[in-house]
T-cell receptor
Framework: TQLLEQSPQFLSIQEGENLTVYCNSSSVFSSLQWYRQEPGEGPVLLVTVVTGGEVKKLKRLTFQFGDARKDSSLHITAAQPGDTGLYLC??????????FGSGTKLNVKP | GAGVSQTPSNKVTEKGKYVELRCDPISGHTALYWYRQSLGQGPEFLIYFQGTGAADDSGLPNDRFFAVRPEGSVSTLKIQRTERGDSAVYLC???????????FGPGTRLTVT
């Protein structure tokens, strides 16, 4: 059973389009992290959100943590081919253990 | 400074054999995590260390899996009597504090034939 559900699983879009990836759970997390992973490499942290309702922006990426700290979203504006990769959310449970979602595989076509 | 390193990068072994996977964390990081990632899935938590002790090993699938971190730095994940279902990428991550920003190694791809 996956503690964190991500949707969509796959996303193939044209350069310049916008997209949103969702991360949902029935559990409350101390914080939530978003990672990007490329083939053959480990995940790389993009952002950590801690407070319910928090919104963080990283250039063209906007991250939101739900008010109840059970869900999160990642919005990318004007996607570029360099954004291609596997996007993972990870919730911090009991302040010590991370549970990862199943990932969203994004392909941005030039 | 160096990031997290893992050796070997690839390991092919026969069913029933014993394997050891090594993780060198970033110097000074007290927390160390092991994950397993199957194709098309997110990383699955196995075990984490705070210093030398295994603080939570609830993710280890069964007693064939064991991990150590004797001096609070390098960690070794040990798998006995490997099975084909153990084939996956094993990722290691370290952080300054438990629950903090994790820095991942490139992983060890284990294939059991």
């Amino acid at each position: 059973t996956q503690l964190l559900e991500q949707s969509p699983q796959f996303l193939s879009i044209q350069e310049g389009e916008n997209l949103t990836v969702y991360c949902n759970s029935s559990s409350v997390f101390s914080s939530l992290q978003w990672y990007r992973q490329e083939p053959g490499e480990g995940p790389v942290l993009l952002v950590t959100v801690v407070t319910g309702g928090e919104v963080k922006k990283l250039k063209r990426l906007t991250f939101q943590f739900g008010d109840a700290r059970k869900d999160s979203s990642l919005h990318i504006t004007a996607a570029q081919p360099g954004d291609t990769g596997l996007y993972l959310c990870a919730g911090l449970y009991n302040f010590n253990k991370f549970y990862f979602g199943s990932g969203t595989k994004l392909n941005v076509k030039p | 400074g160096a990031g997290v390193s893992q050796t070997p990068s690839n390991k092919v072994t026969e069913k029933g054999k014993y394997v050891e996977l090594r993780c060198d964390p970033i110097s000074g990081h007290t927390a160390l995590y092991w994950y397993r990632q199957s194709l098309g899935q997110g990383p699955e938590f196995l075990i984490y260390f705070q210093g030398t002790g295994a603080a939570d090993d609830s993710g280890l699938p069964n007693d064939r899996f064991f991990a150590v971190r004797p001096e609070g730095s390098v960690s070794t994940l040990k798998i006995q009597r490997t099975e084909r279902g153990d084939s996956a990428v094993y990722l290691c991550a370290s952080s300054w504090l438990t629950g903090g920003e994790q820095y991942f190694g490139p992983g060890t791809r284990l294939t059991v034939t």
